[in-house]
């Protein structure tokens, strides 16, 4: 099974400022890959979406906060 972490950590927060958008690499663009978590519906993405468009990372308000978005291909 394909797997993926992405890793965001923020150490200042910053007012006003929008999401950052990551393109992950190295994935199978014919699979599709299932985002895992604390989240009440996982969700799903293409292999070639999350490559090529990316995904956005919220902003978060507050300081030293840090997330990690956890990818297993289905």
């Not at 979406?49 to 291909?73: I, K, T």
């Amino acid at each position: 099974r394909g797997l993926g972490d992405v890793y965001k950590r923020q150490v200042h927060a910053r007012p006003n400022y929008h999401s950052l958008k990551v393109r992950l690499q190295g994935l199978n663009p014919n699979l599709d890959y299932r985002l895992e978590g604390g989240m009440e519906n996982e969700c799903v993405y293409g292999g070639d979406l999350l490559m090529n468009a990316g995904m956005l990372v919220p902003s978060e308000q507050g300081d030293y906060r840090s997330y990690l978005y956890h990818f297993v291909a289905d």
